[in-house]
């Protein structure tokens, strides 16, 4: 199916201007003039048959679909020069720059063959798989993004997006949105080296029925109203953390404000319920005060309800903002540590304005106080159980009012 607004009725083959397949021999030039050609016509389909590609940069144009056939791979060129920016943007594979009705689809794949440029970001990266930027109204369908020599994603005031059952291989960040609104995530695939999520300053971002595996964190990310909802974490990463080769999973999730970027918007009004995690270090994570790009912006109200965790190895930990506007809920939860884990507590929280726990099911093996509240103004718990049983299961210091 076409995305929503792009042409179907007029198609051309890359074949058609002089692209072939299996040979070392750029098709750049021949890409983009099928992608001009199909635009001239006032939009349709850009196929990529069967075979191997190699291209360079390709700059996609509104009411234009590139549909990438079963077994068509777009491999991405090693040679630094057959890359470009646009407006300012940084190098990618695709570029897709003040464009709107545009889409890519599969069931075909994009390489970025682990490109490596010495002395790019963190001294080694190399460019984007695809980069939005000024765009509206882009549709991302059933295709595979793998060896990002960057993000597979970066996206830059996207507005009105989808992205359905794309998966993800390897590379860093997977998709990474910054001042984007919009963006409708559903049941992709994302096996990141680095971040699955990541940016700041978005509005309205659904994510449901996705799978998250990675060597960094599930979500990195700043937004206003985020909805996650039945998606499964994993770890260790299956593709390593390029910059320290580890592959443990740090956070499903963490709040995401540097101040370098000077961000306009808190993290506010996020919902994630009916999720699963397994042998990820942590939940959720927040430092206003030390946590990395984490003190441009606070997060205000977060809502975490229907939760099962097992194989944890570090607590909940929230340090909030000083004037304590962090509203935080956590309901219904089961939270289990590794059997591996040292003693601490299960949930940390200090500086918030309310702190709801209901339902909740924690298992740690070695006992102690598993639940620590402190400079916070109302502290709810209501139906909590530990496992083991402990005489002291709190501590609480400087809480205005605990209603139990």
Not at 237 to 261: C, K, Y
């Amino acid at each position: 199916m076409a995305a929503v607004g792009v042409p179907a009725g007029f198609e051309m083959s890359i074949t058609e201007k002089g692209a072939k397949a299996g040979v070392e021999k750029s098709a750049t030039s021949a890409i983009q003039a099928t992608i001009d050609a199909v635009a001239a016509r006032g939009g349709g389909i850009v196929r990529v048959p069967k075979g191997v590609f190699n291209t360079g940069t390709i700059h996609l144009k509104s009411k234009v679909r590139l549909f990438l056939e079963k077994d068509a791979i777009l491999q991405g060129s090693l040679t630094l020069g057959d890359y470009t920016g646009s407006n300012g943007a940084p190098p990618a594979l695709i570029q897709i720059d003040g464009q709107e009705r545009v889409s890519i689809e599969g069931p075909g794949t994009i390489d970025g063959m682990n490109l490596r440029k010495p002395g790019g970001e963190e001294g080694f990266r190399g460019y984007h798989t695809i980069h939005v930027q000024n765009s509206n109204r882009i549709a991302f369908r059933d295709f595979t993004v793998r060896n990002s020599g960057n993000y597979a994603f970066m996206c830059r005031n996207m507005q009105g997006a989808t992205l359905t059952r794309i998966n993800i291989r390897g590379g860093h960040d997977g998709l990474h949105a910054q001042a984007c609104r919009d963006i409708k995530v559903t049941d992709c695939d994302f096996r990141t080296g680095d971040d699955a999520f990541a940016g700041c300053d978005n509005h309205d971002i659904e994510v449901t029925g996705t799978k998250i595996n990675s060597s960094c964190n599930g979500f990195r990310l700043g937004c206003v109203n985020l909805v996650v909802r039945d998606c499964e974490f994993w770890g260790p990463g299956e593709a390593a953390h390029q910059i320290s080769g580890r592959h443990n999973m740090l956070a499903a999730f963490v709040h995401f404000a540097p101040p370098d970027r000077k961000p306009q918007f808190p993290s506010d009004r996020w919902l994630i319920e009916r999720i699963t995690l397994r042998d990820v270090d942590a939940l959720y994570l927040y430092d206003n005060e030390r946590g990395l790009w984490q003190q441009g912006q606070p997060a205000k109200r977060i809502i975490f309800r229907n939760i099962k965790a097992t194989g944890l190895t570090k607590p909940l930990r929230i340090l909030g903002d000083k004037p304590q506007q962090l509203e935080f809920l956590l309901d219904s939860a089961d939270l289990s540590y590794s059997s591996q884990a040292t003693a601490g507590f299960v949930i940390d929280v200090s500086r918030f304005g309310s702190l709801k726990l209901k339902n909740l099911t924690l298992h740690h093996p070695e006992g102690g106080p598993l639940i620590r509240a402190v400079d916070g103004k109302i502290l709810t718990l209501e139906n909590i159980e530990l496992r083991p049983q402990t005489a002291t299961p709190y501590q609480i210091e400087r809480v205005a009012e605990v209603i139990r």
